[in-house]
């Protein structure tokens, strides 16, 4: 649900990174923490166990400029990886405008990304979203690990709607804005439809 | 379902405005936020500057979600307040309709008694006002001359440009 204010001429919108546990969700918003222009920035909340796994979310926001006269700002949310964290990844994806799918490059976690995409689709549909139409970014993540599954075999096994497809090393920077660059994207063409 | 996003304008802006500011002065409270259960805020008045409103707002929302997640896995609807208490200062924390969160922080210069008699009085003006604008959404969205949407012509420039290239 995108937020629109015309007294103070705001826009809000809402994108979570989805993905199974170590995909590099955090290591992404960490990133965008970082490179963030410190004016523009808030506050990296991180919702974390002693481990530095997330147990809620990291909710990172970020004022990105203006549109048409309005004040853009994202609310950048990233979800719990571990599958026993279900209820609290439906809860985050509540009112969302866009979805990063964060997919771990690594043969072995194949299986694992696969059971992640079925999960973001019913936990959208819980929400009221289809993920079929609801914005949407796939980035392939991890590309330098030597294990990494060939760009077009994960193509085949996890792209379904023709969504934009990225590449990324997030603890390197790689790939990182692009992706949310393609997802802002098509929330902000959302917005033409009315 | 469609998505119906939340279009607030300037008049019901300043009438949530003027409300909150009453309840924060009313209920002698320190600061008082309204936050959209989707974790952004909507106003707020008191000494706002004191506390990182955005961080506020995003945390209130997950903590009442997971309270909500709490209330259906024993069968409750909702639970429709949270009351913490601190040393110093207190957190009071009341769901407003179906979207709307008020924030209310006080210390000892109030009471709980009397921040929850305020908060009850708020709840049903800002309900009015939300109810309006849910109102005016849908008959929007059955309504082939809505109003124009000044985002109509967004380019691929201008997303370069929020990217700063
Ligand atoms: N080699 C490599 N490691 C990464 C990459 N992205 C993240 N990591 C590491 O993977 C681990 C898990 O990342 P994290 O962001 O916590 O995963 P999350 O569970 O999805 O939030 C961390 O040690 C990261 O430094 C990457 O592209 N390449
Ligand atoms: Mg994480």
Known sequence: MTFINYASREINCKIVYYGPGLCGKTTNIQWIHEQANPEKRGKLVSLATETDRTLFFDFLPLDMGTVKGFKVRFHLYTVPGQVFYDASRKLILRGCDGVIFVADSQKPRMEANIESIANLATNLKDNGFDIRTIPYVLQLNKRDMPSAAPVDEMERLLRFRNEPMLEAVANQGTGVIETLKACARQILMELQKG | ?165
Request: glycine content about 6%; aromatic content about 6%.
């Open chain 2, 1 to 165: 379902m469609a998505k119906l996003d939340l279009v607030m304008f300037e008049e019901e802006f300043k009438q949530l405005q003027d409300i909150i500011g009453r309840l924060q002065k009313d209920a002698s409270a320190k600061v008082v936020f309204l936050v959209d259960k989707n974790g952004q805020q909507i106003a707020s008045a008191g000494d706002v500057h004191s506390i990182d409103a955005t961080s506020l707002a995003s945390l209130t929302a997950g903590n009442v979600a997971a309270t909500d997640g709490l209330a259906k896995l024993i069968g409750e609807k909702e639970f429709s307040l949270l009351f913490h208490e601190g040393e110093k200062d207190n957190l009071h924390i009341s769901i407003v309709g179906k979207r709307g969160i008020l924030v209310v922080i006080f210390d000892q210069s109030s009471s709980l008694a009397l921040v929850r008699l305020r908060v009850k009085k708020t709840s049903r003006e800002l309900l009015e006002i939300f109810e309006r604008v849910e109102t005016r959404a849908q008959s929007e969205s059955s309504n082939t001359t809505k109003f124009e949407s000044p985002f109509s012509e967004i380019t691929d420039e201008d997303i370069d440009k929020l990217f700063g290239d």
